[in-house]
């Protein structure tokens, strides 16, 4: 069982940034793939980045440049830099992890990001 709790979400302007954090409780096996995605109103959920336990990194063509993440194995933990923030950024944002025996990921109950113009 993987439960996940998301925070760092809020209100911001165009070009400010902000920093997502997600923190994963595990009872058996390890976190392998850890990500975020976001979801738009009327639009389908979509990859942000990944981030495996290796540190290799994967981004959304739209989160090059400007968002990083990262992760903290030691503390299940994962993050999301985000800068020079779109108004095309707002969004609910979800925590994934995937353990090596998980099929899908488990998803966190999400935090929304309001980039106003």
């Known amino acids: 069982q993987v439960q996940l709790v998301e925070s760092g979400g809020g209100l911001v302007q165009a070009g400010g940034s902000l920093r997502l954090s997600c923190a994963a409780s595990v009872n058996r096996f390890s976190i392998n793939v850890m990500g975020w995605y976001r979801q738009a109103p009327g639009k389908q959920r979509e990859l942000v980045a990944t981030i495996t336990s290796g540190g290799r990194t994967s981004y959304a063509d739209s989160a090059k440049g400007r968002f990083s993440i990262s992760r903290d194995n030691a503390k299940n933990t994962v993050y999301l830099q985000m800068n020079s923030l779109k108004p095309e950024d707002t969004a609910v944002y979800y925590c994934?992890?995937?353990?090596?025996?998980?099929?899908?990921?488990?998803w966190g109950q999400g935090t929304q990001v309001t980039v106003s113009s």
């Open positions: 994934n992890a995937r353990r090596v025996i998980d099929v899908e990921g488990h």
